[in-house]
């Protein structure tokens, strides 16, 4: 994300464009105004590095009406999530109606494919629950699968309703073809 990020700031830069960052987790945990300047985006990249959330959890919603409130002037918005989050589908159409609404869906192919690794203890990073789970189980497999197939068709489908363009980027390959897809 930190990559896509700096790429996506010095993109800004060369068009002479401004850019700012919200960090978010269930609240708005940092918000960087937008600002020319090499000096500004490096800036950025550093906060990006060294970020240590203060809450756990997702709250697109929350984030998406802090970005109405704050940028009153029509802006492109990427907003960068994995959209393991409830709820939001409304935020995004309000969004991407004062704003042009980019999303990208980063992905990890570990969050769909369960590995037969026995039995294994999982912890979810958002709530902290800790639970061990019999990874050898195919039914448990495949439960989790269609679980996740689930959550990335209400995802997909959110962001559809709400008119916005996607790219969906998976953590072990390489960002730079989807951007340009989602570019051309």
């Known amino acids: 994300i930190t990559e896509i990020c700096a790429v996506l700031a010095f993109s800004a830069i060369t068009n002479n464009d401004k850019i700012g960052v919200i960090f978010f987790s269930n609240k708005v945990e940092k918000f ?16 990006l590095i060294e970020f240590k959330p203060d809450e756990q959890g997702t709250n697109i919603s929350e984030a998406l009406r802090y970005l109405n409130n704050v940028v009153k002037k029509r802006s492109i918005a990427f907003l960068i999530s994995d959209f393991m989050d409830e709820e939001y589908e409304d935020a995004l159409k309000l969004a991407n109606r004062k704003h042009d609404m980019v999303a990208l869906r980063i992905h990890d192919r570990r969050e769909t494919e369960m590995p037969n690794v026995g039995m294994a203890r999982f912890s979810d990073p958002e709530t902290g629950e800790a639970r061990w789970v019999n990874t050898a189980s195919r039914k448990v497999r ?3 699968k269609k679980a996740a197939e689930k959550r990335e068709l209400k995802a997909d489908t959110a962001l559809r309703r709400a008119g916005i363009d996607t790219a969906a980027i998976a953590t072990d390959q390489s960002y730079i073809q989807p951007l340009r897809n989602l570019f051309s």
Not at 36 to 47: A, D, F
């Open 142 to 144: 495949e439960a989790y």
């Open 32 to 47: 960087i105004s937008p600002k020319k300047g090499k000096s500004h985006i490096l800036r950025i990249i550093r906060e």
